[in-house]
Nanobody, 122 residues
């Protein structure tokens, strides 16, 4: 059974950093693109970043490019999201997800984690 478990969320002051982790099991991790999404109250779910199976290719939403970095460790079946220079508007529940194709469309992602809360105060 496919499992994705996020961790690393928390409460942080604006300008601070957090590192999210997503540990996976139950599917061939290195063959999947891994994405990060976020969902803030009253807003639609938003694509944040994705990384190719090998880790060689990454893509970011304009709102986080230059501040967030996605990476992965295929040996550990884990994907990471390093978040620097955090802003209050980054406050959301962050989800990791797995897809066979490179996309920003959440509907294409096959497997999802339960999410981790990130709260940024000014």
């Amino acid at each position: 059974q496919e499992q994705l478990v996020e961790s690393g969320g928390g409460l942080v002051q604006a300008g601070g950093s957090l590192r999210l982790s997503c540990v996976t099991s139950g599917f061939p991790f290195s063959l999947y693109y891994m994405g990060w999404f976020r969902h803030a109250p009253g807003k639609q779910r938003q694509f944040v970043a994705r990384i190719s199976g090998s880790g060689a290719s990454t893509f970011y939403a304009d709102s986080v490019r230059g501040r967030f970095t996605v990476s992965r460790d295929n040996a550990k079946k884990t994907v990471y999201l390093q978040m620097d220079s955090l802003k209050p508007e980054d406050t959301a529940v962050y989800f990791c997800a797995a897809a066979k194709d490179p996309t920003v469309n959440a509907l294409v992602y096959n497997y999802w984690g339960q999410g981790t809360q990130v709260s940024v105060f000014s």
